[in-house]
Antibody
Framework: QVQLQESGPGLVKPSETLSLTCTVS????????WSWIRQAPGKGLEWIGY???????NYNPSLKSRVTMSVDTSKSQFSLRLSSVTAADTAVYYC??????????????????WGKGTTVTVSS | EIVLTQSPGTLSLFPGERATLSCRAS???????LAWYQQKPGQAPRLLIY???SRATGIPDRFSGSASGTDFTLTISRLEPEDFAVYYC?????????FGQGTKVGIK
């Protein structure tokens, strides 16, 4: 059974870079999309972006200038970096697996497995 | 950008009652790319429905999804105590992917 586990610092200072890693266990990292989603306290879900196992990525335009995602298939891990953070980036960050629907090209259809989430607080 | 608007914001029902949750898209969304998630306090979202009407693995058949144009509906036929939660619709056809703001199903 596939499991995802987020890891990284729970506290980041303003203007610094948030770095999180998601480790995939019990299944292959290939042939799937891998997403990051966040949820600010008391708020709804916000899609941050995804990365394909090949390394192709797509980011939310609202965060695009600050986001970088990467994937390490040898370690079954994918990562998120969010630069120049502010208090508005305080949230629970989730990683999730995206199932592919082939329609001429691979497209992320839905996210079927999620990590438990990790809380990141931006504060000095 | 596709905006998903969920209604109502809050639904107060008794166990055993039927729940009908709505999600309206601001523009066309292929049914293949519309999903519903359930989230309980302190937990990650859980996939319920994908492709607008297909139940995910292990999801009871009291959960069903349907679509009509840009309107999508999640129906819970008879609410069980464990069904009281927040429900989100989500589209992954057009970037940026988007979620509805959520519907909270609470116990009356």
């Amino acid at each position: 059974q596939v499991q995802l586990q987020e890891s990284g610092p729970g506290l980041v200072k303003p203007s610094e870079t948030l770095s999180l890693t998601c480790t995939v266990s019990g299944g292959s990292i290939s042939s799937y999309y891998w997403s990051w989603i966040r949820q600010a306290p008391g708020k709804g879900l916000e899609w941050i972006g995804y990365i394909y196992h090949s390394g192709r990525a797509n980011y939310n335009p609202s965060l695009k200038s600050r986001v970088t995602m990467s994937v390490d298939t040898s370690k079954s891990q994918f990562s998120l970096r969010l630069s120049s953070v502010t208090a508005a980036d305080t949230a629970v960050y989730y990683c999730a697996r995206g199932v592919v629907l082939w329609s001429g090209e691979p497209h992320l259809q839905y996210m079927d497995v999620w990590g438990k989430g990790t809380t990141v607080t931006v504060s000095s | 950008e596709i905006v998903l608007t969920q209604s109502p914001g809050t639904l107060s029902l008794f166990p055993g009652e039927r729940a009908t949750l709505s999600c309206r898209a601001s523009q066309s969304v292929s049914i293949s790319y519309l999903a519903w998630y359930q989230q309980k306090p302190g937990q990650a979202p859980r996939l319920l429905i994908y492709g607008a009407s297909s139940r995910a693995t292990g999801i009871p058949d009291r959960f069903s999804g349907s679509a009509s144009g840009t309107d999508f509906t999640l129906t819970i036929s008879r609410l069980e105590p464990e069904d009281f939660a927040v429900y989100y619709c989500h589209q992954s056809r057009s970037s940026p992917f988007s979620f509805g703001q959520g519907t909270k199903v609470g116990i009356k």
